[in-house]
């Protein structure tokens, strides 16, 4: 396993590197530098400009610029951003790191577990209206286009219930449209939004591994007891966690803050994947349901809920996971196009805010990062794949 | 001499006739499977509407439009000063912001938005079919070299290097067409392609061809690509939508500069920031919207029709 993680990983440096050579070969082939800026202005003569150009290095062969360019950026320096003058892209790229890294592991966790409790109910009860409604459900989500959604869900929730709400039991809600925080709230907090919401996705991650602990250690408890343990490390957790965060953590508001922002854009993009997610159980439960060991199970009379979550969803399952290795890249896409309508400041928007803005150290810093993330989630996705398949997990 | 040429002529006429035949029987019975199928014809009807708007329009702005008030990019009705206006008898689906009728543009991005997908999908299966048969058949080092590169390419977001693409160059239709072509021949598509031509390259005629004395280039093009043809349609389909969403997203983010499409018509609307005026500025909204969903959702749908003929495992479930 870990000979087989170290291989990956190697490789995956290759691919970075070569990704990170053709995307600055691509990045040369617009003509002119930046030292045509000054081609309109008298005070600054060719020769000046010539002299520009040596002092940024921009005067020799590509490859040497280019090595200029790796050597720097595996040395942690990334340039400066033009649009943002002084700052370092490498500070801008990572205060937005984690909120775009968040919204894309909710996204997935979350359609992929939604995708497949759905797909496993709808393969089981198959046939009639349900699976026509579901259907079109499916393939809307799947195709429909992104910012429509986004815009779609902003005017149902953010406008249509936000009214309702306030209308019927007076409770302003106030769900935003816009943005990663509400700058006239936290100009008073005592940490910065980064700091709050690495916080909270902390909490999020040791709940989920209190979840997963309490499902594996089940099987070791009397049967009788195994649903009440379950059931346990899936809610009181999270009520303690809750009552930490709104009583004794002192920034109860100012997280709560960061939800209502995170709210939309985390439901556009679980949606969208959701679809997919859906149909893909539902084929791939179907097909499982044919197999021969489903009708031994039958035949021996195990109860249908055993058949249905143990013999059928767990075969079913392997195919789904595979396909996440492909909707990974196109989760990815949606979160750019998600950020960019929710103006939710994250890689996605500096990556379409940079390229609309000429701003180019940026844009390259935010499509290596994003290269980045789809390599280190392929990465997970494969080795999740031999815990899922024990057939692979031998060899 | 001369008996010779006209009997050899006669015998590919005669060949080209059974081939016409062999090809209108196996139409014929893929059509009744597709036939079968509501998904695919779905599909195909909106795909057909659609393309009727595409011939619809130089007849309308010839005929019943007077050009000058219905021009798609730069039309104006100074009998409705005031823009936006909502739907009214003149103008079907009311006037953008700009003045130009809102039918008029819908109509004429439709045939941009086919010449993007038709040349896109013949770019894509060109590539994919052509690699895939290529890494199949050579093996070995060739097989290596493509799949590398092809593992490159998929491990990246197509979307954010069209973005990045778009915004060094400003691409015509046929440049992005041909640009997401490449990108997405470079993924799925080469590598289901290669695992079909594997299991081709293994069949007895293959090797009755190599002991004729048929050569590499001959066994390629005249007895792998076309007996890839089926599975290389299938992923067009899937190439189109694609191609579709993604053009219309990079107009909607503002980063291309094509005269007109779904995507800049909704550009204008958010940036004048009447994206979120459902109840009274639907019209600048849901056409546009509505018209990339439901065609590129066209081709996905008939993409699943195709696949199942293609793969005959999963008929009949």
């Known amino acids: ?395 | 001499m001369t008996s010779n040429t006209s009997n050899s002529g006669a015998q590919t006429s005669s060949v080209w006739k059974a081939r016409w035949a062999l090809f209108r029987k196996s139409a014929a019975a893929n059509w009744a499977l597709f036939a079968e199928n509501p998904v695919g014809l779905i599909g195909l009807g909106i795909i057909m509407f659609f393309f009727l708007l595409v011939i619809m329009h130089p007849i309308l702005l010839n005929t019943v439009w007077d050009p000058n008030i219905y021009n798609p990019i730069n039309g104006f009705d100074p009998q409705s000063p005031v823009n936006p206006s909502p739907p009214s008898l003149r103008h079907l689906l009311g006037t953008a912001p700009q003045g130009q009728d809102i039918l008029s543009q819908l109509m004429f991005s439709a045939r941009n938005e086919f010449i993007l997908a038709v040349l896109a999908a013949v770019v894509t299966v060109t590539i994919a079919t052509t690699l895939g048969a290529v890494a199949a058949y050579y093996g070995g080092i060739v097989d290596n070299i493509i799949m590398r590169v092809v593992d490159l390419v998929i491990m990246v977001p197509a979307l954010s290097i069209l973005i990045v693409i778009s915004g060094l160059f400003e691409l015509s239709i046929v440049q992005l067409a041909i640009v997401i072509g490449i990108i997405s021949a470079f993924s799925a598509s080469t590598v289901v392609i290669k695992s079909q031509a594997l299991s081709i390259k293994v069949k007895p005629y293959i090797e009755a061809a190599r002991v004729a004395g048929g050569g590499d280039f001959h066994i390629i093009f005249r007895h792998l690509l076309p007996n890839l043809m089926p599975i290389a349609l299938l992923y067009m389909m899937f190439a189109v939508t694609g191609a579709i969403f993604s053009e219309a997203v990079l107009a909607f983010l503002g980063l291309l500069e094509v005269d007109m499409s779904w995507g800049i018509m909704l550009n204008t609307t958010r940036t004048l920031g009447y994206m979120l005026d459902f109840n009274t500025k639907w019209y600048l909204i849901f056409p546009a919207g509505l018209s990339i969903t439901l065609l590129s959702s066209a081709f996905y749908l008939v993409g699943r029709a195709l696949d199942e003929i293609v793969n005959p495992r999963l008929r009949q479930r």
């Open chain 1, 1 to 395: 396993m870990w000979s087989y993680i170290g291989k990956r990983v190697f490789q995956m440096l290759i691919t970075l590197v070569l990704f990170q050579i053709a995307t600055y070969i691509l990045i040369d082939l617009q003509p002119g530098d930046v030292t045509d800026l000054f081609v309109g202005n008298p005070n600054i003569t060719a020769a000046e400009r010539q002299r520009i150009a040596a002092d940024l290095g921009l005067d020799g062969p590509l490859y040497e610029r280019m090595w200029n360019y790796l050597t720097n950026f595996y040395t942690g320096n990334l340039g400066v951003s033009m649009v943002q003058y002084p700052r370092p892209v490498g500070e801008i790229l990572a205060q937005r790191l984690p909120r775009t890294l968040a919204l894309f592991v909710y996204a997935t966790v979350f359609s992929f577990w939604f995708g497949y409790v759905a797909g496993k109910f709808l393969a089981w009860k198959r046939g009639g209206r349900w699976e026509y409604a579901t259907t079109i459900v499916g393939v809307t989500l799947y195709t429909i286009f992104t910012p429509l959604l986004g815009y779609i869900l902003l005017w149902g929730f953010a406008t249509k219930l936000d009214k309702w709400v306030r209308n019927t039991f007076g409770i302003d809600f106030d769900l935003p449209v816009s943005k990663f925080s509400s700058t006239s709230l936290w100009r008073k907090a005592p940490y910065d939004t980064n700091t709050v919401f690495n916080w909270m996705n902390l909490n999020f991650i040791i709940l989920v591994v209190i979840v997963l602990l309490a499902f594996f250690l089940s099987r070791y408890v009397p049967r009788n007891r195994r649903e009440f343990l379950r059931v346990a490390s899936m809610t009181v957790p999270f009520a303690l966690s809750l009552v930490w965060w709104i009583f004794f953590s002192g920034v109860g508001i100012y997280a709560w803050d960061l939800v209502i922002h995170l709210f939309l854009p985390i439901l556009t993009l679980t949606l969208i994947s959701f679809g997919g997610n859906m149909l893909l159980t539902r084929t791939s439960m179907l097909e499982t349901l044919r197999e021969d060991y489903i009708e031994t199970a039958r035949a021996k009379g195990l109860p249908e809920k055993i058949i249905r979550n143990r013999h059928a969803a767990r075969n079913a399952i392997l195919p789904v996971w595979t396909a996440l290795v492909f909707s990974l890249s196109s989760t990815i896409s949606g979160g750019i196009i998600t950020e960019t309508v929710f103006s939710w400041p994250g890689i996605g928007e500096i990556l379409v805010d940079s390229v609309s803005n000429s701003d180019f150290p940026v844009a390259m810093g935010a499509l290596t990062v994003i290269g980045v993330m789809t390599l280190v989630a392929h990465l997970i996705v494969d080795i999740g794949y031999a815990f899922l398949d024990p057939r692979i997990r031998v060899h």
